[in-house]
């Protein structure tokens, strides 16, 4: 599946998705639940997880930059609020694991000399429909 062909998902799509996990311990995809921000494991076998979706819109403008923290929390904070329409959210992904439906966001931040793979599980309580 291409890229282009994936759905783009709303703030409240993405809570549905969120509700809708298998509750308690999923074997398959504990290794990669982390409340925050981590870099994607090397030993990652990424077979356990399935895009179901983007927060990327297709715009002719480049996404902003800006980082949405009314509260004081920083971009690795656990509690950082999930805000599609601000950064890094919106150059995300968003992916489930295959057992229990977890969802998680994941996207490449590209630094000067490095790409790093980051991964963080969605929790339905910090998404965050803000607007920059
Ligand atoms: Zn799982």
């Given at each position: 599946m291409s890229a282009d062909a994936l759905p783009l998902l709303s703030a409240a799509e993405l809570a549905t998705l969120a509700g809708a996990e298998r509750p308690g311990h999923c074997s398959v995809c504990a290794p990669l639940v982390c409340p925050g921000w981590e870099s994607v494991?090397?030993?990652?076998?990424?077979?356990v997880l399935q895009r179901v979706g983007t927060l990327r819109r297709e715009e002719a403008d480049e996404p902003t930059l800006i980082e949405h923290h009314?509260?004081?929390?920083?971009?690795?904070?656990?509690?950082a609020p999930i805000a599609p329409a601000f950064f890094p959210y919106n150059r995300c992904d968003v992916w489930t694991c295959k057992a229990c439906a977890r969802p998680f966001l994941r996207y490449t931040e590209y630094g000067g000399y490095y790409e790093d793979e980051r991964i963080r599980q969605v929790n339905a309580a910090l998404i965050d429909d803000s607007q920059p």
């Open positions: 494991p090397s030993t990652l076998d990424a077979s009314p509260r004081g929390t920083h971009g690795w904070s656990i509690d």
